[in-house]
């Protein structure tokens, strides 16, 4: 929110095109426009799994409790673990140890990287995020973003979130695979089948 009334401030605030400046869609941006998959991979460290290169990607950007955030369109890379993300700092959205699987080193999720100048949390999505963005994306707001989204039980389509299964900490959920939007997947933190996906967000730090 803060983000939003320093825009406010400068004159150069933009209203969401659908939505609220809670939970809104602004745009679809290229990977020029923000940066491409293989360059975030890089920066992180991030080198699991395979590429998803069938299909240039692209970002949502939206809005999450006021602030701007992108999100990738299609798994940027496939066929690897909920544990390898976490390994490289790119699992929370905070600093900590809650949640954590039995089959990782406990260590900070603080990665970031810089894009414009503005300095972004690496990190993926809550459950709570997806279900009050991406099904009214997909549906009432621009359904053509279904079609750049890999929904489905392609290479990708099932991108791990944040969440865990309530204390089973080893278990951890994904969205977007096998029939739809709406399916609520769970598996393991080590499972590296084709299907698991990475889907970055990137929250601007203020």
């Not at 320093?6 to 939505?19: A, D, E, F, N, S």
């Not at 949390?121 to 079609?147: I, Q």
């Not at 944040?162 to 089973?168: Q, S």
Request: a neutral charge; one cysteine or more.
């Amino acid at each position: 929110m803060l983000e939003t009334l320093l825009m406010v401030k400068r004159g150069i605030y933009q209203p969401p095109l659908y939505g609220t400046v809670a939970a809104g869609f602004y745009a679809i941006k290229t990977e020029a426009e923000v940066i491409s998959a293989a360059a975030l991979a890089t920066a992180i460290g991030l080198t699991a799994g395979t590429p998803e290169t069938s299909v240039p990607p692209s970002w949502l950007e939206f809005s999450l409790q006021g602030k701007r955030c992108l999100y990738a369109t299609r798994a940027f890379r496939y066929g690897l673990s909920w544990d390898h993300i976490y390994n490289v700092g790119a699992a929370f959205d905070t600093l900590g140890d809650q949640g954590v699987p039995p089959t990782v080193t406990v260590r900070p999720q603080d990665t970031e990287v810089t894009i414009g100048g503005q300095r972004y949390r690496v990190r993926l999505m809550t459950m709570a995020e997806w279900v009050s963005v991406v099904p009214k994306l997909t549906g009432t707001w621009v359904p053509s973003t279904l079609d750049k989204m890999n929904i489905g039980t392609n290479n990708g389509s099932a991108r791990w979130i944040l969440d865990t299964y309530l204390t089973n900490y080893n278990k951890r959920r994904n969205r977007g695979g096998y029939t739809g939007v709406n399916f609520d997947g769970l598996g393991t933190s080590t499972d590296t089948t084709a299907i698991m996906g990475w889907s970055p967000l990137l929250e601007p730090i203020e």
